[in-house]
């Protein structure tokens, strides 16, 4: 299950939770909750798309196979002026 459908759960849990909370205070706190999950799942459906669409633009597959994870964690090493 990705991270957007788990908020969108949560979110209709929420609401389902504030259908039959006891009192105003608990249902306003719940529809509370349930909007914040609403804006989460609807930022993670932005940011999954924006990773489909530069996958797309870089053809994803071929830039991951040539690309060595190792090669980028250090930098070469910069003599400084004077230095030997």
């Known amino acids: 299950m990705t991270g957007l459908q ?3 759960l949560f979110a209709e849990a929420c609401v389902q939770m504030a259908e039959e909370a006891p009192n105003a205070a ?3 706190r719940l529809m509370d909750m349930a909007e914040a999950w609403g804006r989460l799942a609807e ?3 932005r ?3 924006l990773v489909r669409d530069v996958d797309q633009t870089f053809d994803a ?3 991951k196979s040539s690309v060595r ?3 980028l964690t ?3 090493a910069i003599a400084e ?3 030997r």
């Open 6 to 8: 788990q908020f969108r």
């Open 61 to 63: 597959p071929a830039c």
């Open 26 to 28: 608990h249902r306003s």
């Open 69 to 71: 994870v190792g090669s």
């Open 43 to 45: 930022e993670a459906e």
């Open 81 to 83: 002026p004077g230095i």
């Open 47 to 49: 940011f999954e798309q």
């Open 74 to 76: 250090s930098a070469p």
